[in-house]
């Protein structure tokens, strides 16, 4: 899959217990804060064909790191 170069904003909840919802929609599960997991947007989601895969998100100043897709 080619790189996605956009621009995004970064939300940092605490999910551990859950927050405001249910468990990941891609594994049914709840995942602790300290793993790397990332909701993608609807469109970046794309019908589930991204999930549990792992993505690279970088920043402007060139660090990066990679998440696993847990939902959208």
Known sequence: MAPINKQAH????NIQCGFGGGP???DEQYHSNSER?????TRWYNGGSRC???I???ASNGKSVTAK???V
Do not use: H
Not at 10 to 13: D, G, S
């Open 56 to 58: 690279r998100i970088k």
């Open 69 to 71: 897709v847990v939902g």
């Open 24 to 26: 990941s929609v891609c």
């Open 10 to 13: 970064l939300n940092i909840p």
């Open 37 to 41: 997991i990332v909701a993608l947007s």
């Open 52 to 54: 549990e895969k792992m």
